[in-house]
């Protein structure tokens, strides 16, 4: 079974950088599109940014265009999220997940598409 697990997550201000990571172990992530999402307190659940098998395919929601980038190594197992420009709105538990596919260039953020999530990782902007 696969397991996730990110790390990368702290306090920094605004303007400042972190990358997450999520490390997968019980099995490959070679099958699995892999999505980011977060959860601010008293807010819903969001889709921040996914990438497909293949990593061809990426996609990010418009809060955080040009700001985040998601990238894979397959080899390692990781997906990464680098979150750059930081805003005290980013503030959030940041979780990944995976999402079982047969298709190596589709990605969406629906949620329940999901299969299998980490525990997530908190991030906070403030000065």
């Known amino acids: 079974q696969l397991q996730l697990a990110e790390s990368g997550g702290g306090l920094v201000q605004p303007g400042g950088s972190l990358r997450l990571t999520c490390v997968a172990s019980?099995?490959?992530?070679?099958?699995?599109?892999i999505g980011w999402f977060r959860q601010a307190p008293g807010k819903e659940r969001e889709g921040v940014s996914c990438?497909?098998?293949?990593?061809?395919?990426?996609w990010y929601t418009d809060s955080v265009k040009g700001r985040f980038t998601i990238s894979r190594d397959n080899d390692k197992n990781i997906v990464y999220l680098q979150m750059d420009n930081l805003k005290p709105e980013d503030t959030a538990t940041y979780y990944c997940?995976?999402?079982?596919?047969?298709?190596?260039?589709?990605?969406?953020?629906?949620?329940?598409?999901?299969?299998?999530w980490g525990h997530g990782t908190q991030v906070a902007v403030s000065s």
């Open positions: 997940a995976a999402d079982f596919k047969d298709q190596k260039n589709l990605c969406i953020t629906y949620a329940p598409e999901y299969d299998y």
């Open positions: 019980g099995w490959t992530l070679d099958y699995y599109a």
């Open positions: 990438i497909g098998r293949s990593a061809e395919t990426t």
